[in-house]
């Protein structure tokens, strides 16, 4: 799907938002019409069986598949980064795109053990966003036009999208667009991110409560709030999120930075995230206050602390696994087993 840049950039945004398709209620009827009648007792399957219907409805599928299911790690660097904000230098980030090149990263060895496509994103890493304690990250068009660039992503013929990032820094912003979309005090929403100490922390909660300071009346619009304490690659996760949902590709989100794409969203129409899964709780601090303000239940707590999408990538192969349970499990007229009596 292609984006025609207007004058008004955002507007289209929004009207691509207020046309989103809803869920598909016919392929979620087949889906609980067919679990009731496989081998186990009603229920038993706990989450799995509700995954397998948010499938269903997102995919459009009265049985759904998991058959191409693609990582996409969207990369960026943060002009931010130079307050002394993250624990490593802005370089790392392209070193790691190098060594996601090379296969050295930890979400290249879970895409091998969970046999998931993976493709990476760079956007312009040679020239970082501004720095959001003093300027814009973008301005409208640019902004627009990055969520553009997250939307053609999502071609390819992809069944299952799970997003991730990497762009040192961007817990920082995260947290600022939390903190703007949010309110609370810019402490409530700041972590360690790669492992800053006190001071570090100290600076990161001073850069993310100076960087809302310049928002104002902007707090209101969350694009407003992507545009001026965003990035890159937060604002083509949120293209992502809007286009996997055109071409009905369900969608799990990584951690505290990816989740920063689908709360933009959330705050514009809260039905807007309803394809989106949160793969898993990150032991980033306040991943737990922004999933109680998505109303979401992530579905792994393993305690990572990563990004790159390995959270939800360990959360893809539980997926999978409820797909393919539901598609190859036998009835019990099938397998002349006694139903319950
Ligand atoms: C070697 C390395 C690999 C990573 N993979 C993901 N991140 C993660 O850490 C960064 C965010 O943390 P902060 O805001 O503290 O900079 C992001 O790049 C994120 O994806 C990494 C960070 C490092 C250092
Ligand atoms: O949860 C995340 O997304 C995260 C946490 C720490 C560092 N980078 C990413």
């Given at each position: 799907m ?19 398709p809803?869920p598909d209620?016919?392929a979620v009827?087949a889906v ?16 799995l069986?509700?995954l397998v219907e948010w499938l269903a409805a997102w995919q459009a599928r009265p049985t759904p598949r998991v058959d191409r299911p693609v990582v996409s ?38 895409c091998?053990?969970f046999d998931l496509g993976l493709k ?31 939307m053609?992503s999502v071609a390819g013929g992809a069944d299952l999208l799970i997003v ?76 992502a999120l809007i286009a996997a949902r055109f071409e009905h590709v369900p969608v799990i989100v ?20 309803d394809h989106v899964l949160?793969g ?29 999408g390995?959270?939800a990538a360990?959360a893809a192969a539980l997926v999978k696994a409820a797909a393919a349970t539901h598609a190859g ?13």
């Amino acid at each position: 799907m292609s984006l025609a840049l207007s004058a008004l950039p955002f507007d289209d945004i929004r009207s691509l938002v207020s046309r989103m398709p809803g869920p598909d209620a016919d392929a979620v009827d087949a889906v609980r019409r067919r679990d009731a009648r496989l081998t186990k007792p009603a229920g038993s399957l706990g989450r799995l069986e509700t995954l397998v219907e948010w499938l269903a409805a997102w995919q459009a599928r009265p049985t759904p598949r998991v058959d191409r299911p693609v990582v996409s790690i969207f990369a960026a660097n943060h002009g931010v980064a130079a307050r002394g904000v993250s624990a490593f230098p802005p370089s790392v980030t392209e070193q790691m795109v190098a060594n996601f090149a090379a296969g050295g990263a930890a979400i290249n060895q879970m895409c091998v053990a969970f046999d998931l496509g993976l493709k990476v994103l760079e956007l312009a890493l040679e020239v970082p966003t501004p720095d959001i304690t003093v300027a814009d990250a973008f301005d409208e068009a640019g902004c627009a036009a990055t969520i553009a660039f997250g939307m053609e992503s999502v071609a390819g013929g992809a069944d299952l999208l799970i997003v991730g990032e990497m762009g040192i820094g961007n817990t920082t912003v995260a947290a600022a667009i939390y903190h703007g979309l949010y309110g609370g005090d810019a402490a409530d929403w700041v972590g360690r991110g790669t492992g800053v100490d006190d001071e570090g922390l100290a600076r990161k909660r001073d850069a993310v409560a100076a960087a809302v300071a310049r928002l104002g009346e902007g707090r209101r619009d969350p694009l407003e709030v992507l545009r001026r304490v965003g990035g890159r690659e937060i604002a083509a996760m949120v293209g992502a999120l809007i286009a996997a949902r055109f071409e009905h590709v369900p969608v799990i989100v990584d951690g505290f930075v990816a989740t920063a794409a689908a709360a933009v969203l959330h705050a514009m129409d809260p039905a807007a995230v309803d394809h989106v899964l949160v793969g898993h709780r990150s032991a980033e601090g306040a991943h737990g206050a922004v999933l109680e303000r998505l109303g979401k239940t992530a579905l792994l707590d393993l305690g990572l602390r990563l990004g790159e999408g390995t959270g939800a990538a360990l959360a893809a192969a539980l997926v999978k696994a409820a797909a393919a349970t539901h598609a190859g499990m036998a009835t019990f007229d099938q397998a002349g087993v006694a139903e319950k009596g």
